[in-house]
């Protein structure tokens, strides 16, 4: 599990975390809300240690992160976690299997035969059979958001970010990538984080909602109990009413 503790992160005067405590648990997905710049992408990047906080500590299985010191450390640590952007990213003059295997294809001896099938069985595994010698543009958005997910798995990480993985798709798409993240969480059982503001999303793949706001947790809680809360901005938000965060307005 992840645990993050009093985590601070300022930009400059910008206090964005003003002192978060959660435990992301394996087997769930957490679905992270909150309205444009709570910090929510911030604490993804916290947690893939691209920066340390400010104040506070973060724990993956027992062991601190914030201290990770060498590339090889680092390198080790990252290479549980799985993260998906907004923009699937993908080279274009990259062939699909080579995307999906890019990791692989960098850093390490295994043959391109080798990285290939397991490039295969990931595109498998969204849905994508037959894509591998295919070129990103010939694909779909919605394919090549799927290809940036078998991306995400090729090195079966225990730990899988997603940061606004259906802004921008239509609805049927969303759909799609929505129940791909659900039955990814079930098939690997390690810890997904979601972080959206679409509706659909949360409700589909949500086993646990978290909402910041103003730098600090706002509720936690299951679909129901979010849509139950005492508090009328949690209410307000899953309603899809606008809810700003006053400091960034
Ligand atoms: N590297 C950085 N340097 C300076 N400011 C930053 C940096 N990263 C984030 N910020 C600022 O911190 C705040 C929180 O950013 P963050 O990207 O975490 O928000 P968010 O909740 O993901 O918002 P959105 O829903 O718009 O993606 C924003 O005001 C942003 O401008
Ligand atoms: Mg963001």
Redesign the pocket.
Known sequence: MIEVSNLHKS??S?Q?LRGIDFTFKEGQTTVVI??????????L?LILRLFKPDQGSISVNGTSIVDLKSQEELDAYRSQIGIVFQSAALFDSLKVWENVGFMFLENSKMSKAEIKHIAEEKLALVGLDGTADLFPSELSGGMQKRVGIARAIARDPQILLY??PTTGLDPVTSTVIEDLISSLQKRIGGISIV?T?QLSTIFRTADLITM?YEGRILDTGTVEEMKNSANVTVRNFLEGKVVSDER?V
């Open positions: 930009f400059g910008k964005v909150g309205p444009s710049g709570c910090g929510k992408s911030t604490i990047r940061d606004e972080v503001h910041f960034n």
